[in-house]
Structures are given as C-alpha cells and as structure tokens.
C-alpha cells in the first residue's frame, strides 16, 4: 500500500487537473453566455439541466450517483450565475424587476416618524420595538395580531410591528400562519431585550397570588419561575401589556401579572419578583411591515416564503443554491400550509446585501426550483 503522503499528493494533482477544468468549463460557459445574447436566449434551460444531471449519475460508479448529482448541480448553478452576471438580463424577471423599482423610488433615510399599529395596549413590547424602529411613531394599538395586518393592508397605518421570533421560547407560530394569509413587505427589523416580572397591586404578597396571567411566550420564557409556584394557575392571555391593565383593572388582590417593568409604573402596579424569565439573554425580534416595497439603502436582509415541490431532493437543491452564491441563512422555519395536507411554506431570513450581484442571481433564478416563491422584502435590523 503507498504511504499516505504519496496518496495526498495524487489526490492534490488530481485536484490540480480538476480544477483546471473548471476553469476551461467556466471559458467555454462565457461563450455560452455570448451565443444566448445574440440569439435573445434565457439563461435557465431545465431539460438541458435536468439531462445533465441524469447523465452524471449514470457516468457516475452506482455508490456515488448521488454525489456526482450534487456536483453536476453546483457546477450548473456556477455556470448560470456566471452567465446572468456576463448577461445582465436578471433585470428581466419580474420580482427583481420590482425589487429594483422599489430601490430607486425609496427615499434614502428611513422616516423619523411614522403611523404605525401595535397589538395589544401601551406598555406592550411592540410598543418599544416601535420606538426603538421610529424617533417619534403615532401609535395605535389593534386587540389581535392579524389586526395590526388587516390596519397596514387597509391603508389605516403606514407600518406595522410584530413580534416573530424568541431568543428563549422561538419562533411566534400564530405569526407565519397570518404571514401566509396577508399581503406586506417587511421594511426593517429590531430586537428587544426582554425582561419579565411578577407584577401585582401594592400591598399583595407572592404568598397571596392564586392567579397569573400572561402572553404565551412569556409564560414559556418563565417556566421554571412558574414551576416554583405549584398552587397558582397560569393563564394565556393576550399580550404581557394586557396582562397588567387586566390585574390592575381587577377587584381582586390576588392576581399578577409576567409583564415589564414600564408596565409596572404604566398601570400603578408593584413587582414581587423580578427579572424571572428562565435566561437573562432573552431577545424577541420584532419586524416592521408595510403595505407597499420599500427597500431602504444599507439593507443586508431578505425574507422569502417559499413552497417547494413534492419530491426527493428539493429543499436540498434549494440550500445547495444559497451555498454556491454563498449567501448566509438566518432563519429557516418550515410550517403546515392550511388546507392542503401534508405541504409546508418554509420562511427563509438570508444574509446578502440587496445590491450584490449574488441577490441578483438568487431573485433571478430561485422562482426555477420552487412550487411558489413569496418576496417578503430586503432591509437592514436595527440594533
């Protein structure tokens, strides 16, 4: 048998040859691109790609068809890539073709002021997402999530903010399930630092409470505070701001409320314990919608939703995309598309900024391996 250093170094020269190739193909790709531009071609030719990729696995021994795939995939993605770049024809599809309206009629700063809609009462967290988004927003507040979408689609408020995910308890499920029935654009994104504590009325001890309430995630975020208290009943309701108006609003002494502190003093409330969330590095991401695309200047991320088909290798062909225009993924959360069994939507946060020629290639070809592809918008997250 060789010695190990003789085997690394046929494998270097074989590698040295590879890539010799590569670039040879990568030559010839460019003559490709120039044939198509004469003739008014496309890039994308899918029974050309798909022979491809069958002929690499029957070339390919039987144990590695499925690499040799994978391989003719990612050399097909480079080469199309290359092609859109020499071609500059990615303007011609149609979401990319709006993405780019929207960046020339976007003014440059983002408003210092704006309408927007929050859920739930003052005090809430999306209220301080909101001020952290916005110098000097008008707030109104809507009772349920899917008003403060139906405020933004009827033109009632410019912007809306959400809560989408926690850095302790998730992802916000209610909050995919509503953004696969509305129509917005996300314009921006921030994170709230969020510290829950046990609120009452003055003069009620821990001892007294038999009764919490509180919105789910926080409930979630506080479980191991809550299981400390095995005589006290915990109720969801509809957001920690709520929570606190209801136990100041209530004849009874002993109920409290997991809200925070500015809800303390908001409402005339006391804390009995504080700081009770289950990890101190609690974070909840809120987004700020709108009703049309704005894509401000600086903005590094996308959000799509997608639907992909229904057969083998198709969400491995869609990451295998990202990699080969090596574009981040952020988030990717998949959830049950009402009314059609067993089919998911699957949200995607990537990292690239909207004018690089690596989105462009993204926006302009990703539509080739997807069912439905929903553009949600480009922005920048606000610290």
């Given at each position: 048998?060789?010695?190990?250093?003789?085997?690394?170094?046929?494998?270097?020269q074989?590698?040295?040859?590879?890539?010799?190739?590569?670039?040879?193909?990568?030559?010839?790709?460019?003559?490709?691109?120039?044939?198509k531009?004469?003739?008014?071609?496309?890039?994308?030719?899918?029974?050309?790609e798909r022979a491809?990729?069958?002929?690499?696995a029957?070339?390919?021994?039987?144990?590695?068809?499925t690499?040799?795939?994978?391989?003719?995939?990612?050399?097909?993605?480079?080469?199309?890539?290359?092609?859109?770049?020499?071609?500059?024809d990615?303007?011609?599809?149609?979401?990319?073709?709006?993405?780019?309206?929207?960046?020339a009629?976007?003014?440059?700063?983002?408003?210092?002021?704006?309408?927007?809609?929050c859920?739930?009462?003052?005090?809430?967290?999306?209220?301080i997402?909101?001020e952290?988004?916005f110098?000097?927003p008008?707030?109104?507040?809507?009772?349920?999530f899917?008003g403060?979408?139906?405020?933004?689609?009827?033109?009632?408020?410019r912007?809306?903010?959400?809560?989408?995910?926690?850095?302790?308890?998730?992802?916000?499920?209610?909050?995919?399930?509503?953004?696969?029935?509305?129509?917005?654009?996300?314009?921006?994104?921030?994170?709230?630092?969020?510290?829950?504590?046990?609120?009452a009325?003055?003069?009620?001890a821990?001892?007294?409470?038999?009764?919490?309430?509180?919105?789910?995630?926080?409930?979630?975020?506080?479980?191991?505070?809550?299981?400390?208290?095995?005589?006290?009943r915990?109720?969801?309701?509809?957001?920690?701001?709520?929570?606190?108006?209801?136990?100041?609003?209530?004849e009874?002494?002993?109920?409290?409320?997991l809200?925070?502190?500015?809800c303390?003093?908001?409402?005339?409330?006391?804390?009995?314990s504080?700081n009770?969330?289950?990890?101190?590095?609690?974070?909840?991401?809120?987004?700020?919608?709108?009703?049309?695309?704005?894509?401000?200047?600086?903005a590094?991320?996308?959000?799509?939703?997608i639907?992909?088909?229904?057969?083998?290798?198709?969400?491995?062909?869609?990451?295998a995309?990202f990699?080969?225009?090596?574009?981040?993924?952020l988030?990717?959360?998949?959830?049950?598309?009402?009314?059609?069994?067993?089919?998911?939507?699957?949200y995607?946060d990537?990292?690239?900024?909207v004018?690089s020629?690596?989105?462009?290639?993204?926006?302009?070809?990703?539509?080739?391996?997807?069912?439905?592809c929903?553009?949600?918008?480009?922005?920048a997250?606000v610290?």
């Amino acid at each position: 048998m060789a010695e190990l250093s003789e085997l690394r170094q046929r494998i270097d020269q074989i590698d040295g040859k590879i890539f010799e190739l590569f670039s040879e193909r990568a030559q010839v790709s460019e003559e490709v691109a120039a044939y198509k531009r004469e003739n008014g071609m496309r890039v994308f030719d899918p029974s050309r790609e798909r022979a491809k990729v069958a002929a690499a696995a029957e070339a390919a021994p039987e144990d590695l068809e499925t690499y040799a795939q994978v391989l003719m995939e990612l050399l097909m993605e480079a080469s199309r890539s290359r092609q859109h770049a020499l071609l500059g024809d990615a303007s011609d599809d149609r979401t990319l073709a709006r993405i780019n309206a929207a960046r020339a009629a976007t003014p440059e700063l983002f408003p210092p002021s704006a309408h927007v809609s929050c859920q739930g009462v003052e005090g809430a967290y999306s209220q301080i997402a909101a001020e952290k988004i916005f110098r000097h927003p008008t707030i109104t507040y809507s009772p349920t999530f899917d008003g403060v979408f139906r405020t933004v689609e009827q033109g009632l408020a410019r912007y809306g903010v959400l809560p989408l995910e926690n850095s302790t308890a998730g992802s916000v499920n209610q909050m995919f399930d509503l953004m696969m029935e509305h129509s917005f654009h996300i314009v921006r994104t921030t994170r709230v630092k969020v510290s829950h504590n046990l609120l009452a009325k003055p003069g009620t001890a821990l001892s007294d409470v038999r009764d919490i309430y509180s919105h789910e995630q926080a409930i979630n975020q506080c479980a191991e505070f809550l299981s400390g208290l095995p005589d006290v009943r915990v109720h969801v309701c509809e957001n920690t701001a709520v929570a606190a108006k209801r136990v100041a609003e209530s004849e009874r002494a002993d109920v409290a409320a997991l809200s925070s502190r500015p809800c303390a003093e908001l409402y005339g409330l006391v804390a009995l314990s504080s700081n009770v969330q289950d990890r101190d590095n609690n974070y909840t991401r809120f987004a700020c919608i709108s009703k049309d695309l704005e894509v401000y200047p600086g903005a590094d991320r996308t959000s799509l939703m997608i639907v992909l088909p229904h057969r083998p290798g198709a969400l491995y062909k869609l990451l295998a995309k990202f990699y080969a225009l090596d574009i981040n993924i952020l988030k990717l959360e998949s959830r049950p598309i009402p009314e059609r069994d067993f089919e998911f939507m699957f949200y995607f946060d990537v990292e690239c900024p909207v004018a690089s020629p690596e989105f462009s290639s993204l926006m302009a070809t990703i539509g080739s391996l997807c069912q439905e592809c929903r553009y949600l918008g480009s922005y920048a997250e606000v610290i």
